[in-house]
C-alpha cells in the first residue's frame, strides 16, 4: 500500500487543529507542535523540521484582519488587529473576488523569538533533508486566503472559487492510499481550485527545480490538489477529507509513500510554472528595490502583477549563478516598458537600486517610464532623498497592497 509502516513516526504539527494533534498522539506517534504565527500572529517553532519523520498542517482557525479598516492607526502592511471568529464577506478586487477579512500576512507578524524556526527551515526540511509536508486544503482557512495562501515553507499557491463534485484522483496519491474516495472521501463539494502555482518566496541561485503533479483534478482542467517533488522531498496539497485526523494518522503510517522513495521509475511531472515572459524577451514592468524590502513588499508586488497577466522582471526570478549581474540588469531596463521603484530608506542607501533608478530616468525618454513606489516614507522624506522624485506622482504601501496593483495595472493599460 505505498510504503512500510512506520510503527511510531515523530510529526511536527505546524497551525494544525488541536484535535489532530491529539489523534496522532493516541495513535502512539510523537507529536511537536509549533505555529508560523498563522493561528495567532505570534509565530513559535521551537523542534528543528529537519529533525521530525512528518511535517503537518491541518490548519482550521486562522488568525485574521479586517481588510476594510485600513490605513493610518488602522491595519497596515506591518501591523493588524485580530478579529475573533470573522465572518465571511466577499469584495470585488481587481476584477477578482478576494475576503474582506484575510489571513494575518508574515510581515503584520509579531517578530519570531530567538531559537525559533520559519519558512526557510521547513523549504530547507523537505527539499535536502526530506521530510515530507501534508498541507491539508481546508475551506475554513481558505475562504480567508487573500491574494496568495499562507506561507509554510516558501511555497504559496493561488485559490479561485468554485464548485466540484465530480472529480479525478491520480497517482501517487492512488498509489499510495488506494482508500482515497472509497473508504476515504473528500468532502463535497470541493470550493477552491488552485488558479495558481506553487511559487517558491525562498530566493536564492540553489532553489530546487520542482515538479508538480496535479492529483485531484476534473474534466475541465481545475486542479484540487496536488504533490509537489522538490529537492529530496515532497509538498502532499490535499482537499479536506471528511476525516482529516484519521487521514493524517493514516498517512503518519506511511512515511516511505509519502518521500516517493519507492516510487521507480517517477513518471514524468509537469514542471512548475514560471513567471510569464513575453515571446521578445520584453516586460511589462521592472521592479527596482533594495533586498531589504524583498520580503515584504517586493515580491509579493511580483507576484500580484504576474496573477493579473503582467509581464515582470524581478531579480529573484531573473538572476542566477554566473550571471553577469550589471549586463543582465541593464538588459532587464531596456526591455521594460515601466520601471516599478520602491523607495524607502533601505533603497536610498544602497548603491545598486540608484544605479538602476539613473538606468530608468536615461531611458525614460523612450519607452520607459518610473513608477515610484513610496514605502515607510513621507512626502518630506522623499523630499529630503531626493526633490526631483517627490515632485512625481506615486503610490504609498501605506495603503495596502492592492492599492499599489491596482495604480500600476492603471498606469501600463492606459497606454
Not at 481545475?222 to 479536506?240: D, K
Not at 540588469?329 to 533603497?347: C, M, P, Q, T
Request: glycine share 8%; charged share 25%; net charge negative.
Amino acid at each position: 500500500m505505498g510504503g512500510a509502516a512506520v510503527e511510531m513516526a515523530r510529526v511536527l504539527c505546524i497551525d494544525t487543529d488541536p484535535a489532530t494533534a491529539q489523534a496522532l498522539v493516541t495513535a502512539g506517534h510523537e507529536v511537536f507542535a509549533g505555529t508560523l504565527g498563522y493561528t495567532d500572529g505570534q509565530p513559535r517553532l521551537a523542534m528543528p523540521p529537519h529533525e521530525v519523520d512528518l511535517i503537518v498542517c491541518d490548519l482550521r482557525k486562522a488568525a485574521c484582519f479586517d481588510s476594510d479598516w485600513w490605513g493610518p492607526g488602522r491595519n497596515s502592511n506591518f501591523q493588524c488587529t485580530i478579529v475573533p471568529n470573522p465572518p465571511v464577506e466577499w469584495r470585488r478586487v481587481n476584477d477578482r473576488l478576494v475576503p474582506r477579512f484575510r489571513i494575518i500576512q508574515e510581515s503584520q507578524m509579531r517578530p519570531r523569538p530567538p531559537g525559533s524556526f520559519g519558512a526557510s527551515e521547513i523549504h530547507r526540511a523537505i527539499s535536502r533533508a526530506g521530510v515530507p509536508l501534508l498541507f491539508m486544503l481546508n475551506p475554513e482557512w481558505l475562504q480567508h486566503a487573500g491574494h496568495y495562501s499562507p506561507n509554510l515553507a516558501g511555497v504559496v499557491w493561488r485559490f479561485d472559487l468554485t464548485s466540484a463534485e465530480r472529480v479525478e484522483v491520480r497517482d501517487p496519491l492512488v498509489t499510495a492510499f488506494p482508500e482515497i474516495e472509497k473508504d476515504v472521501a473528500f468532502v463535497r463539494p470541493l470550493l477552491y481550485e488552485i488558479a495558481e502555482g506553487p511559487h517558491q518566496r525562498v530566493g536564492g541561485a540553489a532553489e530546487p527545480r520542482m515538479t508538480v503533479r496535479a492529483v485531484v483534478a476534473n474534466a475541465v482542467g481545475q486542479q484540487f490538489g496536488q504533490v509537489i517533488e522538490m529537492g529530496n522531498g515532497a509538498i502532499w496539497a490535499l482537499p479536506r477529507i471528511e476525516d482529516n485526523a484519521g487521514f493524517i494518522v493514516l498517512a503518519a503510517s506511511r512515511i516511505d509513500a509519502l518521500r516517493l522513495s519507492a516510487a521507480a521509475p517517477k513518471p514524468h511531472g509537469v514542471a512548475a510554472a514560471n513567471p510569464p515572459r513575453a515571446v521578445d524577451g520584453e516586460r511589462d514592468v521592472f521592479i527596482s528595490h533594495a533586498s531589504e524590502d524583498k520580503d515584504a513588499i517586493a515580491r509579493p508586488l511580483a507576484e500580484a502583477l504576474i496573477s493579473e497577466g503582467l509581464t515582470v522582471w524581478f531579480a529573484e526570478y531573473e538572476l542566477r549563478l554566473g550571471d553577469r549581474l550589471r549586463e543582465r540588469i541593464e538588459d532587464g531596463l531596456r526591455r521594460s516598458r515601466y520601471g516599478a521603484v520602491i523607495l524607502s530608506d533601505n533603497f536610498f542607501a544602497k548603491r545598486w537600486p540608484q544605479l538602476e533608478l539613473d538606468g530608468l530616468f536615461a531611458l525614460e525618454a523612450g519607452a520607459t517610464r518610473i513608477l515610484p513606489i513610496w514605502h515607510r516614507l513621507t512626502l518630506e522624506d522623499v523630499r529630503q532623498y531626493s526633490p526631483i522624485l517627490s515632485e512625481r506622482l506615486a503610490v504609498s504601501t501605506e495603503g495596502g497592497l492592492d492599492v499599489v496593483v491596482k495604480s500600476i495595472l492603471g498606469a501600463v493599460r492606459r497606454r
